[in-house]
């Protein structure tokens, strides 16, 4: 068994519809939660349900429409780390760019994803 065979074992499905599926269209959801939750000022644990949801909703769209394994255990847990991390990457940014744009006097951008207290 090939790298690319073991792989689509693990992902339940052929490499491409994941990457069309699970990184580009669920990717978009998971990042577009992201920002929905950062801007309505929720705690980052409740990004976690939220992606397991979205997870299982990719996989089952993964399974409905291209054949793909339903109950990949592997293939799921493999979804909510890709969705978690857009997710997170949104997330963050969003908070950060509220952060200093809402408190200008307070804080000063740190990067894409932080911002640090504002000097003098």
Not at 28 to 52: E, S
């Amino acid at each position: 068994m090939s790298g690319l065979d073991s792989a689509m074992a693990v992902i339940g499905t052929s490499l491409w519809v994941f990457i069309c599926a699970t990184v580009i269209l669920f990717g978009w959801a998971a990042f577009m939660t992201g920002q929905a939750l950062a801007q309505t000022w929720r705690p980052m644990w409740h990004l976690g349900p939220y992606m397991l949801l979205l997870a299982a909703g990719c996989r089952f769209l993964d399974f409905a429409l291209f054949g793909g394994t339903l109950l990949s255990l592997p293939g799921y847990v493999v979804t909510v780390i890709i969705l978690l991390i857009f997710t997170i990457m949104a997330y963050r940014a969003t908070q950060a760019r509220k952060m200093v744009n809402q408190y200008p006097w307070l804080y000063e951008r740190a990067g894409p994803f932080a911002w640090r207290d504002r000097q003098g």
